[in-house]
């Protein structure tokens, strides 16, 4: 198993997802003689996983069953340990593709953070790309380290632990792209300058205050970025349900209305006998958006070093 390669079956060292069921997940290590509670009895890793296939049902101790998934980036970021703040997918697609990352890529990020998008750079910019990633936190920077070598990505990525608005990201006039998620972006965006190719590149500054993106941007102008550019992207998720609607009862007249009724040939109309539409429910299917909405995370600053 690796964070950028498929493997089939589930192996003893594995960082594996344990799928309960919709929206209940969490991340596994598989360890020969280990065992995880659920609520659905114990898993026993030498007998149920180690050997399996990835995407097996597993049946626990106490007959339920779960589904145990190959990690992705995508699938660490919900269910990674929160160290800190973290962006989720919908930043990070845009992000990646705003940055016009491949394979082969050469990326700077700061900070660290608890790894949620330097998984995602990673897998994008592997297996010939790099990245150079800076937390000024030491713990962090450690647990980051620890992780992209559980993950089997080491050989993809360098943390350095320093400050990026004193110290830069470490190399210079390497990088096609520099991600910043820090507070105070405008006092590293000289050093991103110094890490982007001489040739030019892309810059994404991540802040949750306007206050925050003014200054980026400021400091974007003043270094001589072209294409300055600030969006958020906000993402709105459907539950697909089946709707039940009582038919009005509008009395004689219309009843004998043949312009109005329920579609008789939809196998979903219900409790209508014979051509009377005005009795029972009809049903069908919709996409029903669901109450909470995700809201702001973020203003995502993106600008061109040409
Ligand atoms: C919001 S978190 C980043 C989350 C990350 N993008 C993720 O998806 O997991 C911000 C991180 O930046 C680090 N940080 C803040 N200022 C920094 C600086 N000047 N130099 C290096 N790291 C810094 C913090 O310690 C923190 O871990």
Known sequence: MSFIEYGDTIKDGDTAIVFLGHESMFPMKVQHGSVTQTKYGVIRHSTDL?????????TCSKGGWVFILHPTPELWTVNLPHRTQI?????ISVITMMLELKPGSIVCESGTGSGSLSHAL?????????????????????KAREEFREHGVEHLVTVTNQDVCQSGFG?????????LDIPSPWEAIGHAKAALKAEGGRICSFSPCIEQVQRTCLAMEEHGFTEIN??????????????SLQ????????????????????????????????????????????????????????????
Request: hydrophobic content about 30%; proline content about 5%; cysteine-free.
């Open 50 to 58: 180690i050997g399996k296939k990835y995407g097996s049902k597993v």
């Open 87 to 91: 962006l989720y997918s919908t930043d």
């Open 122 to 142: 990673i897998r994008t910019v592997a297996p010939t790309g790099h990245l150079y990633t800076v937390e000024f936190h030491q713990q962090r920077a450690e």
């Open 171 to 179: 190399v210079s006039g390497v990088a096609d792209a520099v991600f």
């Open 230 to 243: 600030t969006l958020e992207i906000l993402l709105r998720v459907y539950n697909v349900r089946t709707i």
């Open 247 to 306: 038919i009005p009862d509008l009395g004689k007249a219309s009843e004998d209305n043949s312009s109005f009724g329920s579609d008789s040939s939809n196998p979903s109309s219900q409790g209508s006998p014979g051509n009377n539409p005005q009795q029972g429910t009809v049903q069908f299917k919709s996409a029903v958006p669901l109450r909470e909405m995700v809201g702001h995370t973020g203003y995502l600053t993106f600008a061109t070093k040409s």
